[in-house]
């Protein structure tokens, strides 16, 4: 038989493959095995006949044990597939794994087994097809030894991973164990992998704060909590320009077979997923350290996993943990990097992955993964953000600009306010909320400042002369401008009208404009003035700060 001719058989049942790349499934060796043992003598290296003990035994076509000492090695089993092996009295099993699915790309899958990756990280025995069935699709079958000297490794568990950079990433866990486990990959090419991977290697504008984050993404005064931070400081070479450049970055990172051997959090970033359980914890010692690992159980209830964040509340709180090996908390000690360290958990809850730790891209807007925050500048409309706290979605605030160009620097004068029904400025806008004079640092009005008047800026407050007296201002919340500046020498008592300026300069370029959040659509009356050495007739318009934002063009009419 061909199984004979690639292996050997030794007369104390050492099984080991001699040469050859062909493979075979475990019931071939057990009919190799048999058509040996019922010989009437051994010869060549096959030393087994009819006077050996049996060497295997069949319970399915998928099932064999290996018997009287018989035994096959690590590198053996590489050549064997569609089935279990079990061998020395059960300490020994080779379970069979079939991986189906398909995938976009030339890809060789990876099996990730009690924190690493199983046999070489970058090309493993199996390649990237072998044992495939394109007719039944299925990528890829092979043994994957699940049980050494009596003890199972990581209770069997496994995970497949599928991450080719310019194809979508999968993963799938499983659990191993007799005959054959399935394993499903399904990938597509990625169209938001625009930029080649070795540019995006090559970009060091993009930066991560890791451990628990506190960011007011959506500009409510209230801050979200999260598990990380990431900023663009500027559009990398080649980039897109928005948020799709961090999820680039994101997938680059973690692909298979980096050669920068990054780390993310402190681990190698081929293996990072992101927050797969939140534990609440009590009775809480010492210092808990982000990145480290933490530990709990024994048997059946141990595992481990990294800390990406703490909610410490002193003695309770809450860990944000990727699980790297074994099972999830369960009412076990938690212990961290030293022994001084423990508190015990409660309340575990698992978290939804996404197949890149960042979350999903549509292109110009990131669907964000549980925890993961962005700096509130990078964010933008149509982005959602789920933080620690389950209260997303996040939504970031619709930040829009309004600009009036054709301007002449440093000759003129620009005032944008609100429109009144008529074709003028609204100057009661607000009224005063008691006396005001140039010297105030805070300015109060009757009514709530609304939540598109920009966070600084410039407003316009009616003195005791009837003179509408500018301020600046640096805050503002509820019905107080905070941080205001005056000039001169007024006093406006409670009462006199007042607007927010939304431009109010002189220019300095040939364009002016405010920035804000969009809520709904503003009126705006638009001024802009040239008295100087070629004077231009007033031109005033109205305009709108939309949800787009807007602009207006100056029209400059001779007044010579």
């Known amino acids: 038989m061909a199984f004979l001719d690639d292996f050997t058989i030794a007369a104390n049942g050492d099984i080991r493959h001699d040469s050859g790349t062909s493979t075979y499934t475990v019931l071939e060796m057990h009919r190799a095995l048999q058509d040996l043992a019922d010989d009437a003598a051994a010869s060549g290296d096959d030393l087994i006949d009819i ?79 072998l044992n495939a069935d394109a007719g039944a699709n299925i990528l890829m079958r092979c043994l994957v030894k ?26 799938f866990s499983v659990t191993l164990g007799l005959g054959n486990s399935t394993a499903a990959i399904f990938t597509n090419s990625d169209l938001n992998n625009d930029v080649l991977a070795a540019t995006v290697d090559a970009w060091t504008e993009i930066t991560n704060t890791e451990g628990y984050q506190l960011i007011d993404i959506d500009n409510d005064s209230t ?6 931070q990431w900023a663009i400081s500027a559009t990398p070479s080649g980039g897109d320009g928005n948020i799709n450049d961090l999820y680039q970055w994101a997938k680059a990172l973690t692909r298979a077979n980096h050669t920068g051997s990054p780390t993310i959090h402190g681990m190698d970033a081929e293996l990072f997923r992101g927050i797969t359980h939140s534990v609440a914890y009590t009775t809480a010692s010492g210092n808990f350290t982000e990145d480290e690992e933490l530990t709990w159980g024994t048997g059946a209830t141990a595992g481990s996993g990294i800390l990406l964040a703490d909610d410490d509340n002193g003695t309770s709180g809450t860990f944000y943990i990727q699980l790297t090996s074994g099972v999830a908390p369960n009412a076990n000690t938690i212990t961290g990097g030293t022994s001084t360290e423990t508190a015990t958990a409660s309340t ?20 964000a993964a549980y925890g993961i925050g962005v700096d509130t500048t990078d964010t933008s409309v149509g982005d959602q953000y789920f933080p620690l706290d389950d209260t997303g979605p996040i939504l970031p605030p619709n930040s829009q600009t309004f600009t009036v160009s054709a301007l002449v620097s440093g000759e003129d004068r620009v005032l944008v306010g609100p429109k009144d029904t008529g074709n003028a400025i609204e100057f009661d806008q607000f009224t005063t909320s008691g006396s005001h004079t140039n010297a105030s640092t805070t300015v109060t009005v009757g009514a709530a400042i609304p939540s598109d008047t920009p966070a600084t800026g410039t ?44 431009i109010d ?56």
Request: overall charge negative; proline content about 2%.
């Open 51 to 129: 006077t050996s003990p049996t060497p295997s035994e069949r319970s399915t076509d998928n099932i064999i044990t290996l018997i009287n000492g018989y035994n096959i090695d690590d590198t053996a089993a590489e050549y064997l597939y569609d089935g279990s092996i079990t061998q020395d009295g059960g300490d020994v099993v080779y379970s069979g794994l079939v991986v189906v699915g398909s995938l976009a790309s030339t890809t060789t899958l990876k099996i990730v087994q009690n924190k690493v990756f199983y046999d070489d990280q970058d090309a493993p025995f199996w390649g990237t097809d």
């Open 146 to 171: 699940t049980r050494t000297g009596g003890t199972d490794i990581d209770g069997k568990r496994i995970r497949v991973q599928a991450r080719t950079y310019g194809d979508t990433y999968a993963e």
């Open 223 to 228: 801050d979200e909590d999260y598990y990380s």
């Open 348 to 367: 575990v809850t698992a978290r939804t992955l996404t197949p890149c730790f960042v979350g999903t891209s549509t292109g110009s807007n990131l669907i």
């Open 459 to 502: 407003i316009r407050i009616q003195d005791n002369n009837g003179v509408y007296q500018r301020m600046t201002y640096t805050g503002r919340a509820g019905t107080t401008f905070t941080g205001c500046v005056g000039s001169g020498s007024w006093t406006a008592d409670s009462g006199n009208n007042l607007f927010i300026s939304y």
């Open 505 to 560: 300069e002189a220019a300095s370029g040939t364009s002016a404009s405010f920035t804000s959040v969009y809520s709904s659509d503003r009126s705006l009356w638009i001024r802009v003035r040239d008295g100087g050495a070629s004077p231009i007739k007033t031109f005033e318009t109205g305009g709108t700060f939309g949800s787009g934002g807007g602009s207006v063009a100056a029209i400059r009419t001779s007044d010579a």
